[in-house]
């Protein structure tokens, strides 16, 4: 508790562990299945593509909440900016849970139903599934948009970001939190739990079933519900608690601490969820394949990149 008595430092620190630990891990993760992909487009390395491209820009626009957080939660910056960070701070954040939601279904198909998984669930469904994503995330999060600039609710007084609301704004925003409550978290939620207790349920009836993947399967399924618990679920309780005191409880702002540590939690779905041969060799191999594989074709003809040796 006592790291949370400051806001304003205790954002910052989270915000820069968050960024240092998050970014590179969602760039490995981002080059990894990018050569996937190229290789043998699979729909859940699809959908963990978008949750990957999800988390980084959630790290990229963290340098602005650090900087908000470092002068006191006073934004300092051009208003514009403002509402452009809390809609994509947001989107990302809710994009994220249904993109997670969506690897759960596929991964259940897969288990349930493999015929049906090879002949409906194509690349090019999943990469239309994961667009409807991203539209009803965006749609949501527009109401940041709505919220600061509409003519009869925009606060021009206002010193802070999308942080302390008038009476006229908690009316329109406060029903639509608990909108997102029930929309873009509870039911993606259920959806994860139903979804990966069925995957462990199936997988432990078949003795055939190897152990690897059978705790596989549980890992993903702990992983997944970790980001939900920890990431998901106590920002959102707030939407429920303010809608029913009418007002934005102050405990949010600690919740919202929470929702940061997404980025660095979901590369552990990340290699729970991916296929066989990505979690067999590693991100840290997939990084560095296609290095070794120039250098096993120089050993062969004695060229690498434009200059050749005599082999004796």
């Given at each position: 508790?006592?790291f949370?008595?400051?806001?304003?430092?205790?954002?910052?620190?989270?915000?820069?562990?968050?960024?240092?630990?998050?970014?590179p891990?969602?760039?490995?993760?981002?080059?990894?299945?990018?050569?996937k992909?190229h290789?043998?487009?699979?729909p859940?390395?699809?959908?963990l593509?978008?949750?990957?491209?999800?988390?980084?820009?959630?790290?990229?626009i963290?340098?602005?909440?650090?900087?908000e957080a470092?002068?006191?939660m006073?934004w300092?910056l051009?208003?514009?900016?403002?509402?452009?960070?809390?809609?994509?701070?947001?989107?990302?954040?809710?994009s994220?849970?249904?993109?997670?939601m969506?690897v759960?279904v596929?991964r259940y198909?897969g288990?349930?139903y493999?015929i049906t998984y090879?002949?409906?669930?194509?690349p090019?469904?999943?990469?239309?599934?994961?667009?409807v994503?991203?539209?009803?995330?965006?749609?949501?999060?527009?109401?940041?948009?709505?919220?600061?600039?509409?003519?009869?609710?925009a606060?021009?007084?206002?010193?802070v970001c999308?942080e302390?609301?008038?009476?006229k704004?908690?009316?329109?925003?406060?029903?639509?939190?608990?909108?997102?409550?029930?929309?873009?978290?509870l039911?993606?939620?259920?959806?994860?739990?139903?979804?990966?207790?069925?995957?462990i349920?199936?997988?432990?009836?078949?003795?055939r079933?190897s152990?690897?993947?059978?705790?596989?399967?549980?890992?993903?399924?702990?992983?997944t519900?970790a980001v939900f618990?920890?990431c998901?679920?106590?920002?959102?309780?707030?939407?429920?608690?303010?809608y029913?005191?009418?007002?934005?409880?102050?405990w949010?702002?600690y919740?919202?601490?929470?929702s940061?540590?997404?980025?660095c939690?979901?590369?552990?779905?990340?290699?729970?969820s991916?296929?066989?041969?990505?979690?067999?060799?590693?991100?840290?191999?997939?990084w560095?394949?296609?290095?070794l594989?120039?250098s096993?074709?120089?050993?062969?003809?004695?060229c690498?990149e434009?200059?050749?040796r005599?082999?004796?």
């Amino acid at each position: 508790f006592f790291f949370f008595r400051n806001l304003e430092y205790s954002k910052d620190f989270l915000y820069i562990i968050t960024f240092v630990i998050g970014l590179p891990a969602n760039l490995l993760a981002l080059y990894a299945f990018s050569v996937k992909i190229h290789s043998k487009p699979l729909p859940t390395d699809i959908l963990l593509l978008n949750l990957t491209v999800s988390d980084l820009v959630f790290l990229l626009i963290l340098p602005l909440k650090m900087h908000e957080a470092a002068s006191g939660m006073k934004w300092t910056l051009p208003s514009f900016l403002c509402s452009f960070t809390a809609f994509t701070f947001f989107t990302t954040i809710y994009s994220s849970s249904l993109l997670l939601m969506a690897v759960s279904v596929v991964r259940y198909i897969g288990v349930a139903y493999p015929i049906t998984y090879h002949q409906v669930l194509k690349p090019a469904y999943t990469i239309a599934a994961s667009a409807v994503i991203w539209i009803i995330s965006a749609a949501h999060c527009s109401i940041t948009f709505i919220t600061l600039h509409h003519p009869s609710l925009a606060n021009k007084n206002s010193s802070v970001c999308y942080e302390k609301f008038t009476e006229k704004q908690l009316d329109i925003l406060l029903p639509v939190r608990l909108e997102f409550f029930f929309v873009l978290c509870l039911i993606p939620l259920i959806v994860c739990v139903y979804c990966y207790v069925s995957c462990i349920w199936f997988l432990y009836t078949r003795p055939r079933i190897s152990n690897m993947k059978k705790q596989k399967a549980i890992g993903m399924a702990l992983g997944t519900l970790a980001v939900f618990l920890i990431c998901v679920v106590p920002y959102n309780l707030t939407h429920v608690v303010g809608y029913i005191q009418h007002n934005s409880p102050e405990w949010r702002y600690y919740t919202l601490l929470l929702s940061t540590c997404n980025s660095c939690f979901d590369p552990i779905i990340f290699y729970f969820s991916s296929s066989r041969n990505v979690q067999r060799r590693g991100f840290l191999r997939e990084w560095h394949s296609s290095r070794l594989t120039r250098s096993k074709a120089k050993e062969k003809t004695g060229c690498y990149e434009g200059t050749c040796r005599k082999i004796k």
